[in-house]
């Protein structure tokens, strides 16, 4: 089982709709949790944290947090053409940045 | 203020030929990281500093790879001898405090070895 796994896609969605972008990890001692996205030829862009259950809302972002379930998520609310990216999910656990291989997402007009 | 610093942006050469990349944290930045990404990938850790110490290097293939990072400021990353599978994105990333999660990454090294 890997560390930290993520579906990876393509997701596609319509302009204006939501997109849920999914991620599990193994480790239950995992304390901080993070999306990175990642244009294609550009370096990973890191873009939410979040550390506690629950809900973390930042512009058009949101990311959720289920540490019972191991589960945490990513919400882009009004995608836009530009959110098309790959999205990495990353875990921190003793002193170390696991991330997933990534979902594709691509928003179309 | 500048973010990470990576040169260079490509790098193609033969198997068997030696590579170094190098990496300027963001100012400040005492923790220092070096990932390599395979296509299709998430980044996976080869090292990490802080300062001029190597605190992790266990995911390091050692009988190839070497790294520096001399005064605690920018790192040089090593290959020698270059294989065909060592084709990838090296990429470097800063922290500002020991071990901490929210790390800063450069543009990345896209190297091809033929």
């Known amino acids: 089982q890997k560390e930290v796994e993520q579906n990876s896609g393509p997701l596609s969605v319509p302009e204006g709709a939501i997109a849920s972008l999914n991620c599990t990890y193994s480790?239950?001692?995992?304390?901080?949790f993070f999306w990175y996205r990642q244009y294609s030829g550009k370096s990973p862009e890191l873009i939410m944290s979040?550390?506690?259950?629950g809900d973390k809302e930042d512009g058009r972002f949101t990311a959720q947090l289920n540490k019972a379930s191991q589960y945490v998520s990513l919400l882009i609310r009004d995608s836009q053409p530009s959110d098309s990216a790959t999205y990495l999910c990353?875990?921190?656990?003793?002193?170390?940045?696991?991330f997933g291989t990534g979902t594709r997402l691509q928003v179309f007009p | 203020e500048a973010g990470v610093v990576q040169s260079p942006r490509y790098k193609i050469i033969e198997k068997k030929q030696p590579v170094a990349f190098w990496c300027n944290p963001i100012?400040?930045?005492?923790?220092l990281y070096w990932y390599l990404q395979n296509l299709g990938q998430g980044p996976e850790l080869l090292i990490r500093?802080?300062?001029?110490?190597?605190?992790?290097d266990s995911q390091l293939p050692k009988d190839r790879f070497s790294a520096e990072r001399l005064k605690g400021v920018d790192s040089t990353l090593k290959i020698q001898p270059a294989e065909l599978g060592d084709s990838a994105v090296y990429l470097c990333?800063?922290?500002?405090?020991?071990?901490?999660?929210?790390?800063?990454f450069g543009p990345g090294t896209r190297l091809t070895v033929l």
């Open positions: 990333a800063s922290s500002l405090v020991p071990g901490s999660n929210e790390q800063f």
């Open positions: 480790d239950r001692v995992s304390q901080s």
């Open positions: 979040i550390y506690s259950n």
């Open positions: 990353a875990v921190f656990n003793t002193d170390k940045l696991i």
């Open positions: 100012s400040g930045h005492n923790t």
């Open positions: 500093y802080e300062n001029e110490e190597a605190v992790d």
